[in-house]
């Protein structure tokens, strides 16, 4: 079955980075465009980035210029590497495809403070 498992959370000070993983099985990942959500406490969860089947990212606007998303087809894997992190960026993330058919993850929770 279609299964995500996120890893590389942590705690980050503010400026600080974290390298985020997910492995994906039970579908042909490298047809797929991979993304990255963030769910806050108390907030809807958001898109922060995307990855298509040709390595093209695009990223939410909160995390332009400071998140780096990519993929590795042979091991069926999405990573996001995290930078300048800030407090706001707080939040369990989680990867999946774009088609609300395939489950999500348990996330992996991000936590930025001084």
């Known amino acids: 079955q279609v299964q995500f498992v996120e890893s590389g959370g942590g705690s980050a000070q503010p400026g600080g980075s974290l390298r985020l993983s997910c492995a994906a099985s039970?579908?042909?990942?490298?047809?797929?465009?991979m993304a990255w959500y963030r769910q806050a406490p108390g907030k809807q969860r958001e898109l922060v980035a995307i990855i298509n089947s040709s390595d093209t990212p695009n990223y939410a606007d909160f995390v332009k210029g400071r998140f780096t998303m990519s993929r590795d087809n042979a091991k069926n894997t999405v990573y996001l590497q995290m930078n300048s992190l800030k407090p706001e960026d707080t939040a369990m993330y989680y990867c999946?495809?774009?088609?609300?058919?395939?489950?999500w993850g348990q996330g992996t929770q991000v936590t930025v403070s001084s």
């Open positions: 039970g579908f042909i990942f490298s047809a797929y465009v």
């Open positions: 999946r495809t774009l088609s609300n058919l395939h489950p």
